[in-house]
């Protein structure tokens, strides 16, 4: 169940704490992937925590401004 526009409930702070942990699991895969000998040692882990703290943080925030049926301020999308 998805909580009422301007609220925040449980589900939506447990789900934005599982997109804090993905987003940084997929940009750290991308990475290592794309990167032609790709070195732990020279990859800059804060760097990553720093991104899965903003993805988790703007889907928070995407969940404060939107209704229970997704619409941001009840009226887009």
Known sequence: MKSALFRIGKNDLINGLIMAALTPVIVFLAS??????FDFATF?????????LAGG??????NFFSDQNGKVFGAIG
């Open 57 to 62: 943080l703007g889907y928070i925030v995407k």
């Open 32 to 37: 290592a992937l794309q990167a032609p000998g």
């Open 44 to 52: 800059d882990f804060l760097m990553l925590l720093k991104i899965g």
